[in-house]
């Protein structure tokens, strides 16, 4: 069992930064893959990045290519969300999620959630 608590949402300017993390229970943290997704009121939860249970590995969706960076530390149970030159299309609720045996971009086949995490992208 897994249980995820993110932080670090918030409001910010177009153009801005904000790092997301995403807090993970219990000892086998390490071995699970973790990704980030998000969704806004009326639409389907969207992929947004994920990381291999390594760290070798990363995937991030083309909207957030090249301004957005996944990173994670197995010591400290935690996976981030770098966030640059944010948009106000950004805007929406972050969530992460922990699968064992996946990771890809399909949010129904991670097995856990944390709450998600408010960001709010203003032009």
């Known amino acids: 069992q897994v249980q995820l608590v993110e932080s670090g949402g918030g409001l910010v300017q177009a153009g801005g930064s904000l790092r997301l993390s995403c807090a993970a229970s219990?000892?086998?943290?390490?071995?699970?893959?973790m990704a980030w997704f998000r969704q806004t009121p009326g639409k389907e939860r969207e992929f947004v990045a994920v990381?291999?249970?390594?760290?070798?590995?990363?995937y991030y969706a083309d909207s957030v290519k090249g301004r957005f960076t996944i990173s994670r530390d197995n010591a400290k149970n935690t996976v981030y969300l770098q966030m640059n030159s944010l948009k106000p299309e950004d805007t929406a609720v972050y969530y992460c999620?922990?699968?064992?045996?996946?990771?890809?971009?399909?949010?129904?086949?991670?097995?856990?959630w944390g709450q998600g995490t408010q960001v709010t992208v203003s032009s």
């Open positions: 999620a922990a699968d064992h045996d996946y990771s890809g971009s399909y949010p129904t086949h991670y097995d856990y």
């Open positions: 219990g000892r086998t943290f390490s071995s699970y893959a």
């Open positions: 990381i291999t249970w390594s760290g070798d590995s990363t």
